[in-house]
């Protein structure tokens, strides 16, 4: 650990006991870490079994990366909490990854074996907010302890099924939570009626929230690899862009809309309208 790090828990510990907030040392019943993760991966039907592959192993290389390692090693405590989950449809969540501590290279490619042991399977509908809703959950389980929480969200297609999006994105925000997106904007994998254009926009509008929240459009599958390690360094160095325009070679980051321009509901209505035109066939 660096000594801005050794510095860093020190100010931690300090401000924990200004607030009143028990020391990491003084807890007895839970982990103190810098981050506590949760990676929520699409896996509905409208992506191909090699899109899904893709997914797996690009988190599987980003969490043994060395720059994602050494954003870990530099925190006040030198390790995160990290938990995964596919989801689809409202009832369809997948725990792949239970909590775990991740704070050596050896911890993150035992993650990375349990990413890339089995094949994934796909699922129907898309509900984001019932990917939110269950993380909030997951958190409440949590056996950690952080100043900071995180849902990081991928998918290709907006909510369409559950809770209204921002209505779950609120509630978990109202407890602290962080929520980041990842939207897939690719069309190489099976074609979907109920794509949106602008998933970056609706993402940003209605999905991401939270102190610092942020998103990385990824618009074909050879950006994924290298979009999901950028974020997971932003997410636990703390790091922000100063504006939202790609640096040289790399990908866009685009941060929460501070009022929602896009309709929240649009998952929603093209179901609603695809469902009434079979009805009247």
């Known amino acids: 650990m660096s000594l801005a790090a050794y510095a860093w828990r020190g100010v931690v510990a300090a401000v924990a006991v200004a607030l009143g907030l028990p020391d990491a040392s003084r807890a ?15 896996v509905s039907l409208s992506m191909s079994p090699d899109e899904l592959e893709i997914q797996r192993h690009g988190y599987a290389a ?25 989801w689809a449809g409202s009832t369809t969540q997948h725990l792949i990854v ?107 509008d209605c999905v991401i929230g939270g102190p610092g929240a942020f998103m990385i459009p990824v618009n074909e599958w050879s950006q994924f690899p290298e979009a999901v390690r950028r974020k997971l360094v932003m997410e636990l160095a703390g790091g922000l862009p100063r504006s939202r325009r790609a640096e040289a070679g790399k990908l866009p980051v685009v941060l929460a809309q501070q009022t929602e321009g896009y309709d929240c509901l649009v998952g929603e209505k093209m179901w609603r309208d695809r469902s009434l035109m079979w009805e009247a066939r």
């Open 62 to 86: 980003a969490l043994t990366d060395k720059q994602v390692l050494q954003a870990i090693a530099d925190g006040a405590y030198g390790k995160i909490a990290l938990a995964y989950f596919e």
């Open 28 to 42: 007895q019943t839970s982990e103190q870490v810098d981050v506590e993760l949760i990676l929520a991966v699409d």
């Open 98 to 204: 239970p909590w775990t501590t991740i704070a050596s290279s050896a911890d993150a490619e035992a993650v990375a074996a349990k990413l890339t042991a089995n094949p994934p399977n796909s699922a129907r509908r898309t509900s984001i907010a019932g990917a939110i809703e269950f993380g909030t959950d997951l958190f409440a389980e949590s056996p950690y302890r952080s100043f900071k929480r995180v849902i990081d969200i991928s998918g290709d297609g907006p909510n369409n099924q559950g809770t209204p999006v921002q209505i779950a994105r609120d509630m978990a925000v109202g407890k602290g939570i962080i929520i980041n997106g990842l939207p897939l904007m690719t069309r190489g994998g099976y074609s979907s009626i109920y794509d949106v254009t602008e998933l970056d926009r609706y993402y940003a």
